[in-house]
């Protein structure tokens, strides 16, 4: 009789002693819980793999893309040690130039020649915007194109010569968005911040101009 009492006592103490432990370890795993989540809260979450670079659709070398009042078509890229008049701000840099053929549709002139194209994933850029635009056909500097008159324009980049010269460059092709009613100040066309579309054009070497 004695012999199952204590039995039965020495069940009930394990089973309050094991509700105990499980009380106790629930709490200190919500206590645990709920510090990591103010701490991943004060530095912007757990981390987690960046999103790739937004690049637009894929377009093939001498397609036509459609940026509503201009169209453009990469066809080239070269390489240069020398360009004409122009200057590297470091000797052993090279010139990486994108050409394409940009015609304007709209009724005006367009003078945001500056913001069609960019090189992303270049690396040694000196610039982001290209260092000079020029017109493929004589070498002089361009600010402006006018519609319905094609032209190939040549879009100049420095690139570091500490760099290697790129087999293929990704050339960007950004448009624009219209705004109906723009906030005051801001203008009715906005350049977008990701491109329409991405070209991968091979690099030729070319010669000295």
């Not at 200190?28 to 659709?57: N, W």
């Not at 290697?164 to 050339?171: D, N, W």
Request: negative net charge.
């Amino acid at each position: 009789m004695l012999a199952a009492v204590s039995d039965m006592g020495d069940g009930i103490v394990r089973q309050a002693f094991g509700e105990l432990v499980e009380t106790v370890f629930r709490k200190v795993y919500y206590v645990i819980a709920a510090g990591l989540v103010a701490v991943t809260g004060a530095f912007g979450g757990l981390k987690t793999a960046p999103p790739p670079p937004a690049e637009g659709r894929s377009a093939a070398v001498g397609e036509s893309v459609d940026c509503g009042r201009w169209n453009v078509a990469l066809t080239d890229v070269k390489s240069f040690t020398t360009l004409g008049d122009l200057h590297l701000k470091q000797d052993g840099n090279r010139w990486l130039v994108a050409i394409a053929k940009i015609t304007i549709t709209y009724d005006t002139s367009m003078n945001n020649l500056g913001a069609m194209l960019r090189l992303p994933e270049v690396k040694g850029l000196t610039t982001v915007e290209p260092d000079r635009i020029i017109l493929a056909r004589d070498g002089n500097t361009i600010q402006r194109l006018h519609p319905n008159m094609p032209e190939r324009v040549a879009f100049v980049w420095e690139q570091a010569g500490t760099e290697p010269m790129p087999t293929s460059v990704p050339v960007a092709v950004v448009c624009e968005t219209h705004d109906d009613d723009p906030a005051p100040g801001l203008p009715e066309y906005q350049a977008d911040t990701d491109p329409t579309a991405t070209v991968v054009v091979p690099v030729v070497a070319g010669a000295t101009k």
